[in-house]
């Protein structure tokens, strides 16, 4: 009972950090959020902060992550891409909404080499809370989830190309 309870609380993150993470802002000062995207090797191919591809990377996520997700644990995928989302941090009581702010990675996104299995996992400031709550859980495991993404969101996801915006 307690585990379920748990799971049911990591999915309630999930869903605030998605809803972070992704739609578009609705008043000036809002989060900003970009994506840096890595190869296999965990080196970065291209960093995407323009508003229009970091919407259509949106809702390629918005697209699996209504369906079920599974708790993923440890395994490791042959990962072809990964995408990590950072969004600025909250701005605290008292603190300017104008001064720039610092990103912080909030989730990552593991892309296949093969098949339409991904891979989410939720990172960010709200882990860390949980974290001190509950130190005998291990998060990675908990907050990490594996989605079956329809064949055409995978194959969008591997070709990170058309995300980037070509220099004027």
């Known amino acids: 009972m307690r585990k379920r309870s748990l799971a049911v609380?990591?999915?309630?993150?999930?869903t605030v950090v998605l809803t972070a993470c992704g739609g578009e802002e609705t008043e000036p000062g809002g989060k900003d959020r970009s994506y840096e995207i890595l190869d296999a090797g965990g080196q970065a191919l291209y960093t995407v902060s323009d508003a229009?591809?970091?919407?259509r990377i949106d809702g390629l996520l918005t697209a699996f992550t209504s369906g079920e997700g599974?708790?993923?644990g440890d395994e490791e995928m042959d990962a072809l891409y990964t995408y990590v989302c950072y969004q600025e941090a909250t701005v605290l009581a008292g603190?300017?909404?104008?001064?720039e702010r610092d990103r912080i990675e909030v989730l990552?996104?593991?892309?296949p080499a093969e098949g339409t299995e991904v891979r989410l996992q939720v990172l960010g400031e709200g882990t860390?809370?949980?974290?001190?709550?509950v130190p005998q859980l291990d998060l990675g495991e908990l907050l990490t989830f594996?989605?079956?993404a329809d064949e055409a969101t995978?194959?969008?996801l591997r070709d990170p190309a058309q995300f980037t915006v070509p220099a004027a």
């Not at 609380?9 to 999930?14: E, Q, S």
């Not at 229009?52 to 919407?55: G, I, K, T």
Request: aromatic share 2%.
């Open 9 to 14: 609380g990591a999915m309630l993150l999930l």
């Open 52 to 55: 229009d591809a970091v919407a």
């Open 70 to 72: 599974t708790l993923a």
């Open 95 to 99: 603190g300017d909404p104008a001064a």
């Open 108 to 111: 990552r996104l593991t892309v």
């Open 128 to 133: 860390d809370a949980l974290a001190d709550a």
């Open 146 to 148: 594996s989605y079956d």
């Open 154 to 156: 995978v194959e969008a």
